[in-house]
T-cell receptor, first 112, second 116 residues
């Protein structure tokens, strides 16, 4: 079945550092790919998404590019802030479906 | 923006008892909601799809008699863990589809269940 594998955390960085959280997937069809973020005490929020190969999703300085050849959707940010501290989930959904398959989540802590 | 709220956020119950978790869409109607659970350091796993006015659709391996889902109104779905055991201790989170917003999925805050 479909699956998502994320970089194992926790990840700790200093403010203004460059961030990469790796995500790879296995799917039979042509899924849509997502990054969700969960801040302490809150629900998951959609951070960005890409629906087809070579699409780049971006939001709040975060970017991820849908790479079909490497089945990857790595999350990047050029300069992280303390407020980016959260748990990040990579996810996919099969074409036409609304069920999400999640990675295990990566806890990110940014120190001032 | 659209909000989904879960209650309770934390619950501790005794082994053998039942516990109910509510998932509400606060400012939109949701004909479809989803229930997930997450074990420590593991992925969020879909348990079931909750459909308003009809029976829930359970994922393979999820016991429907143990995890009762009711979606009696367009803004409320409930998950009842019956005869809870310590192995049911987990993080449960729901989501709802906001169809008027391009089928955007909104998540609740999640509920921590501890069975002692």
């Amino acid at each position: 079945g479909d699956s998502v594998t994320q970089m194992e955390g926790p990840v700790t960085l200093s403010e203004e550092a460059f961030l990469t959280i790796n995500c790879t997937y296995t799917a039979t069809g042509y899924p849509s790919l997502f990054w969700y973020v969960q801040y302490p005490g809150e629900g998951l929020q959609l951070l960005l998404k890409a629906t087809k190969a070579d699409d780049k999703g971006s939001n709040k300085g975060f970017e991820a590019t849908y790479r079909k050849e490497t089945t990857s959707f790595h999350l990047e940010k050029g300069s992280v802030q303390v407020s980016d501290s959260a748990v990040y989930f990579c996810a996919l959904s099969d074409e036409g479906a609304q069920k999400l398959v999640f990675g295990q989540g990566t806890r990110l802590t940014i120190n001032p | 923006g659209a909000v989904v709220s879960q209650h309770p956020s934390w619950v501790i119950c005794k082994s053998g008892t039942s516990v109910k978790i509510e998932c509400r869409s606060l400012d939109f109607q949701a004909t479809t909601m989803f229930w997930y659970r997450q074990f420590p350091k593991q992925s969020l796993m879909l348990m079931a799809t909750s459909n308003e006015g009809s029976k829930a659709t359970y994922e393979q391996g999820v016991e429907k008699d143990k995890f009762l889902i009711n979606h009696a109104s367009l803004t409320l779905s409930t998950l009842t863990v019956t005869s809870a055991h310590p192995e049911d201790s987990s993080f449960y989170i729901c989501s709802a589809i906001y169809r008027r917003s391009g089928n955007t999925i909104y998540f609740g805050e999640g509920s921590w269940l501890t069975v002692v």
